[in-house]
């Protein structure tokens, strides 16, 4: 586990590598006067082909590097806890207490989770402690434990806390139970306590909300700001770092494949800039970086 801060330099691919493969730990870095935490829930396995449609079987035959043994690319599930002072925000709330295994036909492989809170605890945080949990969208992976209740326990694990939810992302949330019964439970689950919110507005000190649909119809990053940096929670408008040169591959159940890779070329772009950083929650273990334009292409330089 590391709770102290990073400089953003280069990786060698000694580094970097082995990190492509694996889920990511505990990892906080400081912005300013706040600390954001990646808090690990679990991890999913993304099929390559399915889950980037637009990549072939020479891509990742040129990039072995970012498949497992099973030939997977591994997607870190969790939430990023973001600290200022004794105030906390979790950022998306991971997959919750349970497990589905490969089914066949789907762009995803096997997922699990149930970490986070014993990962809270780790940190030195109670569930109790989260005053609100922004929600990038509504994907399962993103919203697990806002409505499974503590363990043991009939209460939401998050007593305290009001769930922020981009306002577009809400309005359209028939767009998830339309297709799934399932879906329209957890939605309903959640409603009694979510409150939206939109494009640019401050939901916590040096937090904003940034609109980037695509992925889903509301989907939304978030901008952390402080001391003359920021970092950037982008959710899933990026799903694996082949995708920073690669902006126009989008993933399979993006819901507007055309405004999704418009938005990950803005992304690139404002992750180049300086004193930005990027965190992209299912980027395997170098989920905090930055972009670097070197040669003909951007490129994701993760953080030790």
């Known amino acids: 586990m590391t709770r102290e801060g990073s400089v953003p330099v280069p990786n060698t691919p000694s580094i970097s590598e082995p990190r492509l493969r694996r889920p990511a730990p505990i990892r906080s870095l400081p912005i300013g006067d706040l600390t954001v935490t990646y808090v690990p829930d679990g991890a999913v396995q993304l ?6 449609p637009a990549t072939t079987d020479e891509t990742w035959a040129a990039h072995p590097e970012y498949l497992d043994e099973s ?29 589905l295994p ?60 009001e769930y922020l939810v981009p306002e577009p992302e809400w309005t359209q949330r028939h767009l998830y139970y339309d297709a799934h019964e399932a879906a329209r439970q957890i939605l309903g689950l959640l409603e009694p306590r979510v409150r939206t919110v939109t494009d640019g507005q401050e939901i916590f000190p040096g937090v904003t909300v940034y609109a980037t649909p695509g992925h889903t119809a509301g989907h939304a990053a978030y901008v952390i700001a402080s001391g003359g940096r920021r970092l950037i929670a982008f959710g899933d408008a990026l799903h694996s770092s082949i995708q920073i040169d690669h902006p126009d591959w989008s993933a399979a159940p993006d819901h507007d494949s055309t405004q999704s890779a418009a938005f990950r070329r803005q992304l690139v772009t404002d992750l180049a800039e300086p004193n930005t950083i990027g965190f992209g929650i299912h980027f395997a273990d170098v989920q905090f970086g930055h972009v670097t334009p070197d040669g003909p292409t951007p490129t994701w330089r993760p953080l030790p």
């Open 102 to 161: 490969d089914q066949p036909g789907n762009a995803h492989g096997a997922i699990h989770g149930g970490a986070l809170l014993d990962n809270l605890a780790v940190i030195g945080r109670k569930p109790a402690d989260i005053e609100a949990v922004a929600i990038t969208h509504l994907h399962i992976d993103h919203v697990g434990w806002a409505w499974h209740p503590a363990p043991g326990s009939d209460a939401p694990a998050f007593v305290n806390a």
């Open 47 to 52: 099929k390559p082909r399915a889950w980037l």
């Open 71 to 99: 030939g997977n690319l591994v997607a870190s599930i969790g939430g990023l806890l973001v600290e200022h002072g004794d105030r906390a925000l979790l950022i998306d709330a991971g997959f919750g207490p349970q497990a």
